[in-house]
């Protein structure tokens, strides 16, 4: 039966060698309390709730879904108590600051957190996911008597916030959007207009709700410099419900135990945060680690995927192998991890899983140095290469998420496709992920357009040379030598494609935009090297512990399997000279 | 009141656990660790009784290596106020621990001692009455409820075909059985808070118990596989296998 357990010896590999965390974490004021030992003892809790309290409700909040009846929202049975025992065991605050009631503890760690959670049960996941990057909001643009309002009960959890952007002809493009918002009393808003695709936005695992919505002010502009962000309860702070209905639900491929809401605003009561016009700027301050998080559930989707189609490939005994594991006796039949495509296959799942969670931590870590480190040199740094890998992590990590839960399944043969193994809801449930937050396809030109050519490839430089001082580090291992080779030559190929996608950009325009998407997994690939090449430095030299063996496999298998994709994506990338016809009207 | 709650570190109630090669022991290297299920709900009824302002102090002992503290530091988060590891690599007999921890009771003095009634390991069932023997302490095993009354504690203890109530006299133990309460979850704030209590590490010699084993393990084998079920057409076919073949009627 579909299963989950915290894979906590990889996480501390990852924080504790991988990123060497721990010391920056002592040289940094804010966390100079945190050690690698306590770090991992939070971890082990987190874990033991979600695969006590979340994964249990998985299967089943998936099957009974959400019931809507006259504007409110049931959620699936345990759903609010699992929520209640969420806020009870303080994790709500985990990243929030100590002087706001949080625990003060850092983004990584509420990145693995995260991880855990979106693994064990996405849709349960939903409600809880977007309050850190509200409370971020609320603290960086929020009045202090909005502070005082709703700061602490974000923080602990007794209010949930959601975000209120789309609406019926506003998807992508925000811009279009014509939610408005009138002055009324004492710097107060009415909000009046119609919202779609709410997570969360009506729910009964908190008594108040808090919308962020976008919306234009009277005197706005057209277009995405016309929106402005406003703060809308449920429950207005003197006890009255506030003019908002949630009008239905949607019934959906996946994650069918979030509530996904259309609301209506017939002049509810809110407040202006931040600037007026400025809306985007506010939000955007929650979109970079919601994001991130997103990416998570991607990594979060692989590492479920990977825990159930090894438990079953180990069980499953179909057809002789063609070979065996040394010591293993001839038998009529065998376990199907023998089999060659399986091997692969499970490979594929294990060193991916292991690549993203590296990849996705050190992006997180990222965000606490480009906040904390001590210097404005290192913040400034980390802030560069967190925002370049930020739609990589996103785009490339739930595309994963989604193709190897589709290999999970694929393992599971006809079983995998019918309800009772639960791996067909993992794929159900990862799809979304490559959807909401930005399409994946926005995620890309984001990348190429705006963190690579906007800078004219500064950036990017910067991520070659974190690689580089990696390839000189791994050079003298001899176990490393051939890896950090074909890094270096990849590297050196996607320089070269960079200044060709950069000066082909003056004369046709359009060629970055058809040539986004492979450009973004060309990334992604690359960066993955970057992160075997480390862990297979790490692990030189450790073979007789089975876990740095099974990291050196990996290693191997990354540079002789995976990486070569790299050769297919620059080729498409030297494809994208040609141009695109326009479709028949 | 003091209560003494030992809690002991085994091998993770998820982990399948394999036989090593050579039939010395089962193999533990990388695998999982946590505290041990049992002594979980031991400690969880010891931090009960002081909520609800029956017991002043919670002690959270443990024998085992020096990674140990770890599932001290669990103990420590979910509740108890103070932890003391007795730190030793070596594999200790049942009546050996029980010796250690009776050095301890005699150095903390504790009314109350709660384990759980067996460690999932090795599941020996020794220790608790061991250590009872050995203290002169009264004890209660397998307690399915367990309530406070003067110098007293009464003990539901679950035996074969029900449940008997026994009234100890204070000092007394009580072992732990599955559903004297769910144990809780450490919460962040308590795992924060955790770090600072006192978690004291001591080396047995230090508390003078001479340490000699007259057991010893010649072989571990991992059980023999089921031989999968078959199906049976008629009643009278599945009579005539259970006398004749399983023997059983």
């Known amino acids: 039966m579909w299963q989950y357990q915290a894979p906590l010896r990889d996480m501390r590999f990852v924080i504790e060698e991988w990123l060497a965390a721990p010391n920056d974490w002592q040289n940094t004021a804010s966390f100079a309390g945190l050690d690698g030992e306590l770090a991992a003892q939070i971890l082990e809790e987190a874990g033991r709730f979600s695969a006590g309290v979340l994964a249990p409700l998985n299967a089943s909040g998936d099957q009974e879904g959400c019931q809507y009846a006259q504007g409110k929202v049931k959620t699936p049975t345990g759903f609010p108590e699992a929520y209640k025992a969420f806020v009870e065991g303080g994790w709500a605050s985990l990243a929030c600051a100590e002087a706001d009631g949080g625990q003060g503890l850092p983004q990584l760690l509420n990145a693995a957190l995260m991880e855990m959670l979106f693994a064990a049960n996405h849709a349960w996941a939903m409600y809880p996911g977007i309050a850190h990057g509200a409370y971020e909001c609320l603290k960086a643009h929020g009045s202090d008597a909005l502070k005082a309002l709703y700061l602490p009960a974000i923080v602990s959890g007794e209010i949930l916030p959601t975000m209120c952007l789309t609406e019926p002809q506003a998807g992508s493009d925000v811009g279009l959007l014509r939610t408005r918002a009138e002055p009324s009393a004492a710097g107060q808003y009415r909000v009046t207009g119609n919202k779609v695709f709410v997570s969360g936005g009506e729910q009964d695992l908190t008594d108040n709700i808090l919308h962020l919505v976008l919306a234009r002010l009277p005197d706005a502009p057209a277009g995405s410099r016309g929106i402005s962000l406003f703060l809308v309860p449920k429950i207005l702070p003197d006890g009255r419900r506030n003019s908002i209905s949630c009008d239905g639900i949607e019934h959906k491929m996946g994650i069918r135990g979030s509530a996904t809401c259309t609301l209506s605003f017939e002049g509810a009561e809110g407040w202006l945060l931040g600037e007026p016009h400025r809306g985007l700027a506010a939000m955007f301050v929650m979109m970079n680690s919601a994001r991130l998080h997103v990416g998570l559930q991607g990594l979060g989707h692989a590492e479920a995927a990977w825990q159930n189609a090894s438990a079953y490939a180990a069980e499953r005994q179909q057809m002789r192998a063609v070979s065996r594991p040394e010591g293993k006796p001839e038998a009529k039949v065998d376990p199907i991890h023998y089999h060659p495509a399986m091997r692969r296959t499970l490979l594929e799942l294990r060193t991916l899983t292991e690549g993203m969670r590296a990849l996705g931590y050190w992006t997180a870590h990222g965000l606490d140095l480009a906040e904390y480190a001590d210097t404005p040199e290192q913040r400034q740094q980390a802030h560069r290469w967190t925002a370049l890998l930020t739609p990589v992590i996103k785009a490339y990590f739930t595309e994963q998420g989604f193709r190897l839960a589709s290999s999970a399944l694929q393992v599971f043969g006809g079983y995998g496709y019918v309800r009772e193994y639960a791996i067909e809801q993992t794929l159900r449930d990862s799809r979304i992920a490559m959807i909401y937050e930005g399409t994946n396809e926005i995620q890309a030109n984001d990348l190429l357009l705006r963190k690579v050519i906007g800078d004219a490839g500064q950036g990017l430089q910067d991520l070659l040379q974190r690689m580089q001082q990696e390839i000189e580090q791994s050079e003298s291992i001899p176990s490393c030598q051939t890896y950090a080779r074909a890094l270096a030559d990849y590297g050196d190929k996607t320089s070269a494609i960079t200044t060709t996608l950069i000066q082909a950009a003056s004369t046709d325009p359009e060629r970055p935009y058809r040539a986004a998407g492979d450009y973004l997994r060309l990334i992604g690939l690359l960066s993955l090297g970057f992160v075997w090449l480390r862990s297979a430095r790490l692990a030189a030299g450790r073979e007789a512990d089975p876990f740095y063996a099974a990291k050196q496999e990996s290693a191997a298998f990354y540079f002789n399997y995976l990486l070569p994709e790299a050769n297919h994506r620059l080729a498409l990338l030297g494809a994208t000279r040609h141009g695109l016809p326009f479709l028949a009207e | ?249």
């Open chain 2, 1 to 249: 009141m003091k209560i003494m709650v030992a809690v002991k570190r085994v091998v993770d109630y998820n982990i399948k656990v394999r036989v090593r090669a050579d039939q010395s022991d089962v193999d533990l290297s990388n695998a999982k660790m946590a505290l041990n299920p049992f002594c979980e709900i031991a400690l969880e009824e010891a931090i009960r009784l002081k909520e609800k302002g029956q017991a002043s102090e919670v002690i959270a002992v443990s024998v085992g290596p020096s990674q140990a503290q770890e599932q001290l530091r669990t103990a420590l988060a979910m509740g108890a106020d103070r932890a003391i590891l007795l730190e030793t690599e070596a594999a200790l007999s049942s009546l050996n621990v029980a010796k250690l921890l009776k050095a301890l009771v005699d150095r903390e003095q504790p009314q109350l001692i709660i384990t759980g009634k067996q460690a999932i390991d090795t599941d020996n069932n020794q220790t608790g009455q061991m250590l009872a023997a050995l203290a002169g302490y009264a004890q209660g095993t397998f307690a399915s409820s367990l309530e406070l009354q003067g110098e007293e504690v009464l003990v539901m203890r679950e035996v074969d075909g029900g449940s008997q109530q026994v009234a100890l006299q204070l000092p007394a133990i009580v072992t732990a059985d599955l559903r004297l309460n769910e144990p809780r979850y450490a919460s962040l704030p308590n795992i924060m808070k955790a770090k600072k209590k006192p978690l004291e590490v001591l080396q047995p010699e230090a508390l003078g118990v001479a340490l000699t084993s007259n057991l010893r393990v010649l072989r571990v084998e991992a059980p023999t596989e089921r031989p999968p079920g078959i199906r049976v057409d008629s009643v009278a076919a599945l009579v005539d296998k259970l006398k004749h073949e399983a023997r059983v009627i």
